[in-house]
C-alpha cells in the first residue's frame, strides 16, 4: 500500500509539466499509485490532494500522503503508520526544471523525486494540453522502487507486495 501512495506521489509530481508561471486549478486532481503482489494480486491508492509550487527555475508537484486511501481502512492504517511513515514524511514532491518540459506538450523528462526522506531522479511521461485562456490538463506517469526509498515491502497475511510501483496522476493547472 505504500509503495502505491509514493507511486501516485511520482506521478503527481510528473505532471508538471506546465512552463511558465503555473498554479493549481481547483478541480480536483487524481493521483492513483498501482501496486501488484503474487497471483495477480493487485493494490490501487487514491487521492485527491496535490499542490504545484512554481519558482520560475522549477516545478514541483507535492501530493501529501495522509489522505491516500485504498478503501481498506485496516490496509490504509498500515500504509500510513507503518510503510509510509506520514507523520514523519508528510508528503512526496517531484521537482523538474521547467526547461525539460513542452507545455503545451507532451514528452519524457526526469525530476527528483522525495519519498520517505530518501531522493532519486527518475524519469517520467507527460501531456500537457492547454486551452486558448492558459488552462492546462496535465497527465503524467511514473515507475518507482520502494527499495530506493527505504520503505518496507508490505506485508499482510503472508502476501508480499513487488517493490515496483507505477503512479498515474491528473491535475488542471493554469499557466
Known amino acids: 500500500m505504500k509503495q502505491r501512495i509514493l507511486v501516485v506521489t511520482v506521478v503527481v509530481t510528473a505532471l508538471a509539466g506546465v512552463a511558465h508561471a503555473v498554479s ?6 487524481n493521483v492513483v499509485f498501482h501496486g501488484v503482489g503474487p497471483a495477480g494480486f493487485k493494490i490501487e491508492g487514491k487521492t485527491s490532494a496535490l ?15 495522509k489522505d491516500l486511501t ?10 500510513r503508520e507503518k510503510y509510509l511513515e ?3 514524511f508528510p508528503d512526496t514532491r517531484l521537482v523538474v526544471d521547467k526547461g525539460a ?26 501531456k500537457a ?7 492546462c490538463d496535465v497527465t503524467g506517469n511514473m515507475a ?3 527499495n530506493d526509498f527505504g520503505i518496507v515491502i508490505p506485508v499482510y497475511l503472508g502476501v508480499t ?7 498515474d496522476t491528473a491535475f488542471q493547472a493554469k499557466k
Request: hydrophobic fraction near 35%; charge should be positive; include cysteine.
Open 70 to 79: 485504498t478503501s481498506i481502512a485496516l490496509r490504509d492504517k498500515h500504509m
Open 129 to 135: 494540453a492547454c486551452n486558448p485562456a492558459g488552462v
Open 86 to 88: 506520514v507523520e514523519k
Open 144 to 146: 518507482l522502487n520502494m
Open 24 to 29: 493549481r486549478t481547483d478541480q480536483p486532481a
Open 101 to 126: 518540459l513542452k507545455i503545451p506538450g507532451e514528452g519524457e523528462a526526469k525530476g527528483t523525486l522525495t519519498l520517505h526522506g530518501k531522493s532519486k531522479e527518475l524519469p517520467f511521461k507527460y
Open 51 to 65: 499542490d504545484v509550487k512554481d519558482d520560475d527555475k522549477t516545478l514541483t508537484i507535492i501530493v501529501p500522503l
Open 161 to 167: 507486495m513487488k517493490p515496483d510501483v507505477t503512479v
